[in-house]
């Protein structure tokens, strides 16, 4: 079990969920840098936050910290991580924090699961598609982006889900999210859906955020009337 530290959040990891990168960017901090920054430059005490894609914990640590554990919720594909976030939410005091199972993929839920790729380094993991092994195919439950949103109603929305947002911006958001933070995969899409997911925010009420903006980070903000 590898242990590091960043920005005073302890985090604990399989090693067996590590490879040389993912270690080196967990030893200096530069793990998920830019949606830590997104997350400390727009969250507010008491707004309530929905992270689609937990990874380890560390960006519902990040918010949990800023707005209180109670009004975070995180959700979580990979089937083999929930003891992993659930274990570095509690030692770092944030066991109130929601732990979802389940791959958003669109605005409705399935009833039936969905395929996920539940890849050892959980940096990849992602709904399954036709390059995935079959051996690394699991099922798990499939949750609607709409459906969370109606449940948490969160003011901030901040997501990583490895090219699944995609299928989330073909309709206007509702009006209680204020902010939007998200990484785009453009190598698993094309500028096509780029311009999709902008286009859906600015119909939303919503308009990009430079101060969030890092990278492939992309952020929105809702606007204001003067």
């Avoid at 707005?67 to 659930?86: A, C, D, F, Q, W």
């Avoid at 993929?105 to 050892?120: L, R, T």
């Avoid at 308009?207 to 992309?218: A, M, N, Q, V």
Wanted: with cysteine; charged share 25%.
């Amino acid at each position: 079990m590898a242990e590091f530290e960043i920005e005073g959040i302890h985090l604990s990891v399989p090693d067996e969920m590590l490879n040389p990168k993912l270690s080196g960017k967990l030893s200096t901090g530069g793990y998920e840098a830019h949606e830590a920054h997104a997350a400390r430059m727009r969250l507010r005490e008491g707004q309530r936050v929905l992270e689609l894609g937990s990874g380890i914990g560390y960006i519902a640590s990040v918010c949990a910290s800023i707005t209180g554990p109670e009004n975070v919720t995180t959700v979580e594909g990979n089937p083999s991580m929930l003891p992993v976030i659930k274990s570095n939410l509690e030692r770092n005091g944030f066991g109130a924090v929601t732990v979802l199972h389940g791959a958003v993929g669109g605005m409705k839920s399935g009833a039936d699961p969905i395929e996920f790729d539940n890849k050892k380094t959980f940096w990849a993991a992602r709904i399954a598609d036709v390059d995935t092994a079959p051996d690394a195919v699991v099922s798990v439950p499939h949750l609607g982006l709409g459906d969370l949103l109606v449940t948490c109603r969160p003011h901030v929305v901040i997501m990583d889900i490895e090219g699944a947002e995609e299928h989330l911006f073909d309709a206007p958001w509702p009006g209680f999210v204020r902010s939007v933070m998200m990484e785009l995969h453009p190598g698993r899409y094309s500028d096509v859906v780029i311009k999709r997911i902008v286009d859906c925010m600015s119909e939303s009420g919503l308009t990009y955020d430079p101060g969030p903006s890092r990278g492939r980070i992309l952020g929105f903000r809702r606007v204001r009337d003067r």
